[in-house]
Each structure stands twice: as C-alpha cells, then as structure tokens.
C-alpha cells in the first residue's frame, strides 16, 4: 500500500508540474504552427520546402497530442474515445519511424489490416507507437538490430484474464512492439512507467514516454506488460478491448470554409499569437483587429460595439481574464458570437461558460481549418438566429 501511495503522490507531483507547463508550451506551440501555417501558403507549390513544412505540422500534431496526455496527468479531461480501426493508424506511425531510424535496423511488420475496433482516439495510438518505437530505436543505438511491430486480435479466457488484474476474459486487441536492443535490468523493470524515469542523459530522455503510454493504455481500460532480457532485447504488448461497433469513418479532407469580410475582433495576451491570428485571418477572408491587452480591447469594442462580427478571446490573460471580457461585451451585444480559446480542454465545462455570453470553446493551439471551420459555423448560427 505503501509503495502504490507514494507511486500516486509521484503521479500528483508530475500532473502539476505538468499542468503549469503545459499552458507556456502550448503557447509556444501555437505561434509555431502559426507561422509555419502562413509560410506554407507564403511558398505555394515549391516541392521539398513545401513537404518539410509539411512534416514541421505533423510533428506539431504529435506534440498537441502529448501535451493533452500530459494534461491527462494533471487530470484535465479528454476528448470522447471514438470506435476506432488501429492498423492503419499504427502503419502511418511506423512509416514515420522508419524515416527516423538507421538503416541498420531492420522493421518487420505483422499487422492485420481489420483486428476489429477499440475505443480510442488515433492521436494516442500514434503516440504509443511513436513512444514505444522511439526506445526501441535507442536500446539498438547505431548497431544492427530488428524492430518488429505486430498488431492482431486476440481473445482472453478466464484464467489468462485473472493474470491482469484490470482485464476481463473477452477480445482484445493487441500491440507488439519488440527490439533486440540492451534489454532492461530486472531491478529496474517495476520503474520505467513511472513519470520522469529514465536512464538517458537529459537531452536524450525525459522519462515521460513510458508513463504516457501507461496512462493512455489504462485510460482505454487495457493493459501494457514488459519482458525483456539484458543483452537480448526487449518486447512490450499492449491489450486493448475490442469492441463490436463500427469504426468511425475518417473524415476526408474538407474544404476550408471562408469569411466574407466578417469582422473579428482577436485578444490575446501572447503577442506572437496575435500576430498570427491577424495575418492568417485576413486568409481566411475575415477582417481582423488584434489585442494583446483585454482592457484595450474592451475599450475598443465599447467605442464602436457594432464594429466587429465575431470575438476570439483567449482565457487566461493579465488584468482581465477571457470570461470576464466575455461578460462585459455580452452586456452591450448579447447576440454577438464569442469564441474563447483555452490551453486546457474545458469541454465539460462549455455550459457554465454560456452565462458570459461564450458560444463556444477552442482548444489550443489552433489549427487553421478549425479556427475557419468553427468561425464560419458560429457567424451562421448567428445569422440564422435572426
Ligand atoms: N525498448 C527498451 N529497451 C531498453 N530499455 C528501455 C526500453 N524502453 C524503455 N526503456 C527504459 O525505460 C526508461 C523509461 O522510458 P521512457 O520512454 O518512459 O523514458 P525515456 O525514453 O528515457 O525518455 P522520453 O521517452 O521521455 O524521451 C528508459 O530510460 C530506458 O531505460
Ligand atoms: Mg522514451
């Protein structure tokens, strides 16, 4: 009991670290994606710059999504676990592992195209591949080495369900991902999930991966085990529940929907954010007035109250937090649309938000399509309302 307290105590500590750094990062993150957005339609159609610009998104993607897990530590709650095919989710993560390994090492892939679906969200299946792989590509270092990758369906009977304390007999699905690696000291074995363990100098690791991957496998009531041995390698399976309910089709690539000269008004504190928001807007065919302080904004929206369409507001700002803007430019325009963006996922919370007059809640950092796809979704709504 002893030993599962101060495990949970290491958990807490690691979730409000977390939680604190996590709000700076994704503002950091959130100009990069910003700028990189802008470049990329800045570039048009120039090939390699245009890819490279390309995979600059998708690491940030990745990097979104651990930042929800990190959030996930500190108790913020996630998006709604959706049915969900994990192969070809797992076939894209090792594709990009691939590119990031030394030849030397070999990938052997057995994965079944239909294991049946889980309930999960594609950005933690990415990250427990991308976090498993990752380690298996150090433990094998320069030298040559397999790394093999194995996703199936696999039924659990009673006995085997009592084996794992958190598992029922039934079907699951399964991940495999085994090195043959420097392996893993026996003493050391009940350590690496716990939040900030790891053996590598402290540019190379943060010990953060294993924990995230725990979290997001317990999370969809599965199960992670190790086996390893010193000098031979090292081999983690991950059970996941299969359910029997249709995946979710992928969306296919939308168009962005487009302003027709709406006028926005943009607070945030960060003024790198605002920077981006007032070139990529425009793009989107809106007309934008930025703030980094949310009393000038205030103050500019009680001079001319009918002289913006839409608010995007940040939430955690100096002086005048987003809701409190909010409140007040409810009370001069109770029909205007605002938008507030968070660095924590308050999903749960969108109700309480209605009474300051926020119609809806974005999750940083902003992704182009979202921002114009929720823009344009909230500036019709108002228009249909009369
Ligand atoms: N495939 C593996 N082979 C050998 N050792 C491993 C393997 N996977 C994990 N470990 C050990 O477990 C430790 C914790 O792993 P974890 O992924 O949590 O953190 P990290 O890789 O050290 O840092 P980060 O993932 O945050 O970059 C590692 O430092 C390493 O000692
Ligand atoms: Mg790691």
Redesign the pocket.
Known sequence: MEKNLRQAQKMEAAGSLAGGIAHDFNNILAAMIGYVNLAMHQLEDQGMARRNLDMVVKASLRARNLIKQILAFSRHSEKEPKPLNISPVVKEAVKLVRASMPSSIEIRQDIISDPGNVLGDPGQIHQIVM?LC???G??MGENAGVLTIEVGLRSLNAAEANLKPDLRPGNYVYIIIS?T????EEK?KER?FEPY????ESH????????VVHGIVKGMGGDISVS?ESGKG?SFTILIPSISQEAAKVPTKEKISLGQGERILFVDDEELLVDVATQMLPRLGYRVTGFTSSREALKSFQENPNGFDLVITDYTMPKMIGTQLAREISKLRPEIPILLCTGFNKDDEAEKYKEFGVRAILLKPLYEHELAEVVRQMLDKGNNNG
């Open positions: 976090n990752t380690n298996a150090h433990a090195d690696g420097h392996g893993i050391l690496i363990f790891t053996t590598k190379e690791g943060t010990g953060l991966g294993l924990a390893s090292t």
